[in-house]
């Protein structure tokens, strides 16, 4: 009797234990499939069929800047990803991943029930033994966000969430497992992982940390990547070096655990420094940053008129730029700013370069620039206006590190030091278009955009100094005049009702009038303010010159007097290379732009750009001036004639120099048959500058910036830009142009001199 009441409790036992076992698999079905249709709301959505299908776009929506050779200049994002195939990766980085992570990676169909087992027994045991989520459900949750986003009503009870969660990375793993190969999980986990320092996915990592492409990691680089995965910041190399050191050290050993490498491996490398070569990649790195940064606003407006939001649309823009021209256009730069920050430092010899005109420096010029900064109107706010505690705080060194044209510099300078130590740079701006199509094919906005923002392309507006010449020819030319029309190198005097002093005499460089008697080529070529002069009274008026000077794409305000022949009315790089570009182009003026075509996410155009025209001069007109600019290096004084060989041998440029009153800004202006491109060089202040004009004029300060930008452009056979003539009118001229006869002998043997020779023994008279 008692055996059968024993086998009868056993019976039941077992009966209650396979109820109780398919009663919690019907459960855990019901409780999957409510969660799958998000019953009552109770669970949040799930994502599409079709976002996991594609789930790397869905994730990655930043929007990418294409160069027009096919180059990504940059992306606008929230967070910084670039996507890489499986073929991509280290073979390295995927075993230092399997060993830590997900060992049966390759075995399990998203979900490893052996490492959920050892993830629950070690809750219930207190004893953390490893998680359970292996690599495709840790993508789930990269990608989709299953801890934060789509929360359904069941989340606010904090018991139910994790399972709710949990449930949800196991749908999302399945469906993943479904529709792509191990390999394609694999790169889309490595595309979507967070290292920290703004690094999201190994690309962006392996360029931060080791300034290498994921696929040259070796074993303790990749070791070290796959340790910091956890805790991006308690890992990370720079911050905690200590810490890195230590999960390397565990990882390598998990890779010799899982035979990945041997003992003798692991015992070498585990003693290896980390080797970290810090580059940052952010907003401010990559070609082109001042193009970028000025272009965002149009693109934000642009995104926002046309329902898109620039930073999570996914765009892909594509610009004129070439990436070839650009990076040569930042070697220039480089190379010749170096040199003359070098020579402009020697000059002033330790002494602040800020200036009045008549040589004595600007007492209290730091202090009055200091209140215009961000930093002191955050003093202020915290400490209060006139409170000594703002001195303090200005004049306290701290650790900062500096721009040098050595690389960046670690030192301790307070913030009225830090300020006087950046205001002694001089800075500059160059811009190369395609005078036939409106392409900017090179934008450099300034020496360092990392440590000065501003714009020297199109913010920055200066006095163009004689550059603005070429407009007053032009108004003469277009009426009939000719380039071998002569006058005399004398006084021009001008009336000036209402003044003092009631007249105005624009002098030369030298302050000297030869009486010389020379044609309007060689006046420009040599750029002698009283053959301008000249022109502007007797054969035009201010008021025809602004408007000419407008109707060729000037947009900042001229004023119509004398003084405008000599160019006192600023303007910017960007308006003066779209306005010259309008003499290559046979008189037709392009509007500069740098967008051809914006396309969405899946590859659709949304809206092209082409170019906007106007014709502004007639053909003959446009290459009557264009010849009128190829006096500066054919004629004899011609203030480009310093230009290299490279560049000048077999080759027709037009070019115009400019120098503004005491030598505070540097201009040049450079044509060829192919691209037009201007250089600005100067102070950040127009008090800051050198002190002879011989020194810090634009054939000095900007000139060699275009040549060796040229020299690289005509080196580089594939690019396909060659030396030759310009284009000639297809009607004959009406006017003469051959002014051979009038040829001033005092230069005939300047056949061939350097660039020192020439400007030494030119009349420099592009000064006002």
Same mark, same amino acid.
Request: overall charge negative.
């Given at each position: 009797?008692?055996?059968?009441?024993?086998?009868?409790?056993?019976?039941?036992?077992?009966?209650?234990?396979?109820?109780?076992?398919?009663?919690?698999?019907?459960?855990? $079905?019901?409780?999957?499939?409510?969660?799958?249709?998000?019953?009552?709301?109770?669970?949040?959505?799930?994502?599409?069929?079709?976002? $996991?299908?594609? *789930?790397?776009?869905?994730?990655?929506?930043?929007?990418?800047?294409?160069?027009?050779?096919?180059?990504?200049?940059?992306?606008?994002?929230?967070?910084?990803? #670039? =996507?890489?195939?499986?073929?991509?990766?280290?073979?390295?980085?995927?075993?230092? @991943?399997?060993?830590?992570?997900?060992?049966?990676? /390759?075995?399990?169909?998203?979900?490893?029930?052996?490492?959920? @087992?050892?993830?629950?027994?070690?809750?219930?045991?207190?004893?953390?033994?490893?998680?359970?989520?292996?690599?495709?459900?840790?993508?789930?949750?990269?990608?989709?966000?299953?801890?934060?986003?789509? =929360?359904? @009503?069941?989340?606010?009870?904090?018991?139910?969430?994790?399972?709710?969660?949990?449930?949800?990375?196991?749908?999302?793993?399945?469906?993943?497992?479904?529709?792509?190969?191990?390999?394609?999980?694999?790169?889309?986990?490595?595309?979507?992982?967070?290292?920290?320092?703004?690094?999201?996915?190994?690309?962006?990592?392996?360029?931060?940390?080791?300034?290498?492409?994921?696929?040259?990691?070796?074993?303790?680089?990749?070791?070290?990547?796959?340790?910091?995965?956890?805790?991006?910041?308690?890992?990370? %190399?720079?911050?905690?070096?200590?810490?890195?050191?230590?999960?390397?050290?565990?990882?390598?050993?998990?890779?010799?655990?899982?035979?990945?490498?041997?003992?003798?491996?692991?015992? +070498?490398?585990?003693?290896?420094?980390?080797?970290?070569?810090?580059?940052?990649?952010?907003?401010?790195?990559?070609?082109?940053?001042?193009?970028?940064?000025?272009?965002?606003?149009?693109?934000?407006?642009?995104?926002?008129?046309?329902?898109?939001?620039?930073?999570?649309?996914?765009?892909?823009?594509?610009?004129?730029?070439?990436?070839?021209?650009?990076?040569?256009?930042?070697?220039?730069?480089?190379?010749?700013?170096?040199?003359?920050?070098?020579?402009?430092?020697?000059?002033?010899?330790?002494?602040?370069?800020?200036?009045?005109?008549?040589?004595?420096?600007?007492?209290?010029?730091?202090?009055?620039?200091?209140?215009?900064?961000?930093? /002191?109107?955050?003093?202020?706010?915290?400490?209060?206006?006139?409170?000594?505690?703002?001195?303090?705080?200005?004049?306290?060194?701290? %650790?900062?590190?500096?721009? +040098?044209?050595?690389?960046?510099?670690?030192?301790?300078?307070?913030? $009225?030091?830090?300020?006087?130590?950046?205001?002694?740079?001089?800075?500059?701006?160059?811009?190369?278009?395609?005078?036939?199509?409106?392409?900017?094919?090179?934008?450099?906005?300034?020496?360092?955009?990392?440590?000065?923002?501003?714009?020297?392309?199109?913010?920055?507006?200066?006095? %163009?100094?004689?550059?603005?010449?070429?407009?007053?020819?032009?108004?003469?030319?277009?009426?009939?005049?000719?380039?071998?029309?002569?006058?005399?190198?004398?006084?021009?005097?001008?009336?000036?009702?209402?003044?003092?002093?009631?007249?105005?005499?624009?002098?030369?460089?030298?302050?000297?009038?030869?009486?010389?008697?020379?044609?309007?080529?060689?006046?420009?070529?040599?750029?002698?303010?009283?053959?301008?002069?000249?022109?502007?009274?007797?054969?035009?008026?201010?008021?025809?010159?602004?408007?000419?000077?407008?109707?060729?794409?000037?947009?900042?305000?001229?004023?119509?007097?004398?003084?405008?022949?000599?160019?006192?009315?600023?303007?910017?790089?960007?308006?003066?290379?779209?306005?010259?570009?309008?003499?290559?182009?046979?008189?037709?003026?392009?509007?500069?732009?740098?967008?051809?075509?914006?396309?969405?996410?899946?590859?659709?155009?949304?809206?092209?750009?082409?170019?906007?025209?106007?014709?502004?001069?007639?053909?003959?007109?446009?290459?009557?001036?264009?010849?009128?600019?190829?006096?500066?290096?054919?004629?004899?004084?011609?203030?480009? =004639?310093?230009?290299?060989?490279?560049?000048?041998? #077999?080759?027709?440029?037009?070019?115009?120099?400019?120098?503004?009153? #005491?030598?505070?800004?540097?201009?040049?202006?450079?044509?060829?048959?192919?691209?037009?491109?201007?250089?600005?060089?100067?102070?950040?202040?127009?008090?800051?500058?050198?002190?002879?004009?011989?020194?810090?004029?634009?054939?000095?300060?900007?000139?060699?910036?275009?040549?060796?930008?040229?020299? +690289?452009?005509?080196?580089?056979?594939?690019?396909?830009?060659?030396?030759?003539?310009?284009?000639?009118?297809?009607?004959?001229?009406?006017?003469?142009?051959?002014?051979?006869?009038?040829?001033? *002998?005092?230069?005939?043997?300047?056949?061939?001199?350097?660039?020192?020779?020439?400007?030494?023994?030119?009349?420099? +008279?592009?000064?006002?």
């Amino acid at each position: 009797m008692a055996n059968n009441t024993s086998n009868n409790l056993f019976s039941k036992l077992i009966r209650i234990i396979w109820i109780t076992f398919f009663s919690m698999i019907i459960l855990v $079905m019901v409780g999957i499939f409510s969660v799958r249709i998000n019953l009552f709301n109770l669970f949040g959505d799930l994502p599409s069929y079709k976002s $996991m299908e594609n *789930p790397e776009a869905e994730n990655d929506l930043s929007s990418v800047l294409m160069s027009a050779d096919g180059i990504e200049l940059g992306k606008y994002y929230i967070t910084n990803r #670039n =996507q890489v195939a499986f073929e991509e990766l280290s073979p390295n980085l995927v075993d230092a @991943l399997l060993s830590t992570e997900d060992f049966r990676f /390759y075995e399990h169909s998203g979900i490893d029930p052996r490492g959920l @087992l050892r993830a629950l027994v070690g809750k219930l045991t207190f004893s953390f033994s490893g998680g359970g989520s292996t690599v495709t459900m840790q993508l789930a949750e990269n990608i989709f966000r299953t801890m934060t986003d789509n =929360q359904g @009503l069941l989340y606010k009870f904090d018991f139910l969430k994790p399972f709710i969660i949990k449930i949800k990375e196991w749908i999302i793993s399945i469906q993943l497992e479904k529709f792509f190969t191990k390999d394609e999980i694999m790169a889309m986990y490595f595309n979507t992982i967070f290292f920290g320092s703004n690094s999201y996915g190994i690309n962006t990592a392996a360029a931060t940390f080791f300034n290498k492409t994921p696929d040259s990691l070796n074993i303790q680089e990749s070791a070290m990547l796959i340790g910091m995965l956890n805790a991006p910041t308690r890992y990370n %190399p720079i911050s905690n070096p200590d810490n890195a050191l230590a999960k390397r050290t565990e990882v390598l050993y998990n890779m010799h655990k899982f035979d990945f490498i041997s003992r003798e491996a692991f015992d +070498s490398l585990k003693v290896l420094p980390l080797g970290v070569e810090y580059t940052a990649q952010d907003h401010l790195s990559g070609p082109a940053p001042y193009f970028r940064s000025v272009i965002k606003p149009q693109l934000i407006h642009w995104a926002k008129e046309n329902g898109y939001d620039l930073y999570e649309s996914g765009l892909r823009i594509y610009t004129t730029i070439d990436s070839r021209l650009q990076n040569y256009a930042e070697q220039a730069m480089t190379k010749h700013m170096t040199y003359l920050q070098k020579l402009f430092d020697e000059h002033w010899n330790g002494q602040n370069p800020w200036r009045y005109e008549d040589g004595k420096e600007i007492p209290n010029f730091l202090r009055d620039k200091i209140k215009n900064t961000s930093r /002191y109107a955050s003093l202020v706010a915290k400490y209060g206006k006139g409170s000594d505690s703002i001195n303090i705080v200005l004049n306290t060194a701290v %650790p900062m590190r500096v721009f +040098s044209w050595h690389g960046e510099v670690d030192t301790l300078l307070s913030p $009225m030091d830090s300020l006087k130590y950046y205001k002694s740079f001089l800075q500059s701006g160059f811009m190369s278009m395609d005078p036939k199509n409106g392409h900017i094919k090179a934008w450099v906005g300034g020496i360092d955009f990392n440590h000065f923002k501003y714009d020297h392309v199109k913010q920055g507006r200066r006095q %163009p100094g004689s550059t603005f010449k070429p407009f007053v020819y032009t108004a003469a030319i277009d009426q009939g005049y000719s380039p071998c029309y002569i006058v005399e190198d004398a006084p021009v005097t001008f009336s000036m009702p209402g003044q003092v002093p009631p007249t105005y005499t624009p002098k030369n460089y030298n302050l000297k009038f030869t009486g010389e008697k020379m044609t309007l080529r060689q006046g420009m070529a040599r750029s002698k303010n009283s053959i301008t002069a000249f022109v502007m009274k007797e054969m035009t008026t201010p008021a025809t010159v602004v408007k000419y000077a407008k109707e060729m794409g000037v947009e900042n305000p001229l004023e119509a007097v004398p003084s405008l022949c000599l160019g006192t009315s600023d303007v910017s790089i960007f308006e003066l290379v779209g306005a010259y570009s309008s003499f290559v182009n046979k008189g037709v003026y392009t509007i500069p732009y740098f967008i051809t075509r914006i396309e969405d996410k899946h590859g659709n155009i949304i809206q092209e750009f082409p170019p906007r025209t106007r014709e502004v001069l007639s053909e003959e007109t446009a290459y009557l001036m264009t010849y009128m600019l190829m006096g500066a290096t054919q004629e004899k004084g011609g203030t480009a =004639q310093g230009l290299s060989p490279e560049v000048r041998l #077999n080759n027709e440029i037009g070019a115009k120099t400019g120098t503004t009153q #005491n030598a505070s800004d540097g201009w040049f202006i450079g044509l060829t048959k192919d691209l037009v491109s201007g250089v600005w060089t100067g102070g950040d202040e127009r008090s800051i500058h050198f002190r002879t004009s011989a020194l810090g004029q634009g054939a000095r300060m900007a000139m060699p910036i275009w040549d060796i930008y040229m020299q +690289s452009v005509y080196a580089d056979t594939v690019l396909g830009y060659e030396k030759g003539p310009f284009p000639r009118p297809i009607r004959p001229l009406s006017v003469e142009i051959d002014c051979t006869k009038f040829q001033n *002998p005092e230069f005939a043997d300047m056949d061939s001199v350097d660039v020192d020779q020439a400007i030494d023994r030119l009349d420099q +008279s592009d000064i006002f």
